[in-house]
């Protein structure tokens, strides 16, 4: 059974910085892109980051310059470095996995993370 857990997620203040993981058990995931999502109360589910196998980084206009993704392909494991964090970034952060970035087939619980201003 595939499990994405997430963790670090939390309460910080605008301008501030967190440090997102995310642990993917079950199968591997050689080839497969890994990355983030997010969901803002009210909002629709958007796309954030992802990194390919080789890791090829692709962002969000919104979050460029200020949050990096990277991962450990040995603990099948994916990050996500979050600075200068703004009020708007408050959101559910889902870690996502899949054969291609823009559909995943693994979906983890999600981890809140709010910023307050």
């Known amino acids: ?3 994405l857990v997430e963790s670090g997620g939390g309460l910080v203040q605008a301008g501030g910085s ?3 993981s995310c642990a993917a058990s079950g199968r591997t995931f ?3 892109f890994m990355g983030w999502f997010r969901q803002a109360p009210g909002k629709e589910r958007e796309f954030v980051s992802t990194i ?3 890791g090829l980084r692709n962002y969000a206009d919104s979050v460029k310059g200020r949050f990096t993704i990277s991962r ?3 603990k099948n494991t994916v990050y996500l470095q979050m600075n200068s964090l703004k009020p708007e970034d408050t959101a559910v952060y889902y870690c996502a996995a899949g054969s291609t970035p823009s559909n995943p087939e693994y979906w983890g619980q ?3 993370v709010t910023v307050s201003s």
């Open 52 to 54: 390919s196998w080789t």
């Open 18 to 20: 967190l440090r997102l």
């Open 30 to 32: 050689n080839r497969y």
């Open 72 to 74: 450990d392909n040995a």
């Open 110 to 112: 999600g981890t809140q």
């Open 1 to 3: 059974q595939v499990q």
